[in-house]
């Protein structure tokens, strides 16, 4: 199984180069290929703020993204919750926790 960051999901999404050869080859290569719930909060969060565009609502660009690519979803739970406030400081960003945290559950 692979866990994609918000970041690789819209590069993925949209063809970019920052996605490099080898991370497309290992999606294209994995068994399963998911996001956390919270990459769907933070891409609203984002395109609200102005800070992303997106060609439709998030909601909808997300479907159709996650369709696309057969990406599922797992959703956050208590565990992964308390997990992400546990980790090391390393990484401040809250999303950046969360998905820590579902990636090692």
Request: hydrophobic share 70%.
């Given at each position: 199984?692979?866990?994609?960051?918000?970041?690789?999901?819209?590069?993925?999404?949209?063809g970019s180069d920052r996605l490099i050869r080898e991370a497309r080859e290992q999606i294209g290569a994995a068994v399963s290929v998911h996001i956390s719930a919270v990459t769907g909060f933070e891409i609203g969060v984002k395109y609200r703020a102005g800070k992303l565009v997106l060609p439709a609502l998030p909601a909808e660009w997300l479907k159709v993204v996650l369709d696309h690519h057969r990406i599922g979803v797992i959703p956050l739970d208590l565990p992964i919750c308390v997990t992400a406030t546990e980790l090391p400081m390393l990484h401040r960003d809250p999303y950046d926790r969360l998905i820590i945290a579902t990636a090692r559950s």
């Open positions: 199984m692979m866990l994609l960051d918000s970041c690789a999901l819209l590069w993925l999404a949209d």
